[in-house]
Nanobody, 123 residues
Framework: QVQLLESGGGSVQAGGSLKLSCTVA?????????MAWYRQVPGKDRELISN???????TYADSVKGRFTISQSNAKDTLYLQMNRLETGDTAVYYC????????????????WGQGTQVTVSS
């Protein structure tokens, strides 16, 4: 069983920064093969903004490259998203996701999700 819990969201002025955290509680004896941050606004599909695999490889959506940084704790039990130079377009609910199946990780598919944390950026 897996439980993901996001925290760190809030309201910030454009140009400011926030750092999101996702704690991982799992009954598995090994770490996930991949974790990711998604975001969603009303009326739109969830958007993949960044992911990281067990070997440390990272990807970023073009919209956040150079501004956001994904990372993990040394124990791999916490996922972070450092968000700098925030823009009003970053306003969304941000979700943490994780996967333990290698084939799913290879395809960029995540089956475990947190409840989300709201990020609101004002001009």
């Amino acid at each position: 069983q897996v439980q993901l819990l996001e925290s760190g969201g809030g309201s910030v002025q454009a140009g400011g920064s926030l750092k999101l955290s996702c704690t991982v509680a799992s009954t598995y004896t090994f770490n996930s093969c991949g974790m990711a941050w998604y975001r969603q606004v009303p009326g739109k599909d969830r958007e993949l903004i960044s992911n990281i695999t067990s070997d440390g490889t990272t990807t970023y959506a073009d919209s956040v490259k150079g501004r956001f940084t994904i990372s993990q704790s040394n124990a791999k039990d916490t996922l972070y998203l450092q968000m700098n130079r925030l823009e009003t377009g970053d306003t969304a609910v941000y979700y943490c996701a994780a996967e333990w199946r290698f084939t799913y990780c290879s395809d960029g598919y995540y089956s475990n999700w947190g409840q989300g944390t709201q990020v609101t950026v004002s001009s």
